[in-house]
């Protein structure tokens, strides 16, 4: 078992940054990829980045240039860095996690990103 544990929500005006950060526990070992998806008010889920254990990542065209994703494997951590934030970015963030070698999948909880205009 994997626990996600997100934090560093919050309200922030357009133009403004957060850091969003995922906690992970249990099976830390075992997880491969991680990465961030999020979901906005009436819409689907969707993919906003992920982070191989050695560190490749790949974003959405939508927040490619303005969203960092990294990983501490040292503090079982995930982040996202998100800078020019827009309204349109408003949604639930949630942390995922896959083991290595399978389609299994763990999620956070998520956490509220609201950007005002």
């Known amino acids: 078992q994997v626990q996600l544990v997100e934090s560093g929500g919050g309200l922030v005006q357009a133009g403004g940054s957060l850091r969003l950060s995922c906690a992970a526990s249990?099976?830390?070992?075992?997880?491969?990829?991680m990465g961030w998806y999020r979901q906005a008010p009436g819409k689907q889920r969707e993919l906003v980045a992920v982070?191989?254990?050695?560190?490749?990542?790949n974003y959405a065209d939508s927040v490619k240039g303005r969203f960092t994703i990294s990983r501490d494997s040292a503090k079982s951590t995930m982040y996202l860095q998100m800078n020019s934030l827009k309204p349109e970015d408003t949604a639930v963030y949630y942390c995922?996690?896959?083991?290595?070698?399978?389609?299994?999948?763990?999620w956070g909880k998520g956490i509220l990103v609201t950007v005002s205009s």
């Open positions: 995922n996690a896959v083991l290595s070698g399978t389609f299994i999948n763990y």
């Open positions: 249990g099976m830390i070992s075992a997880i491969n990829n």
């Open positions: 982070i191989t254990r050695s560190g490749i990542s």
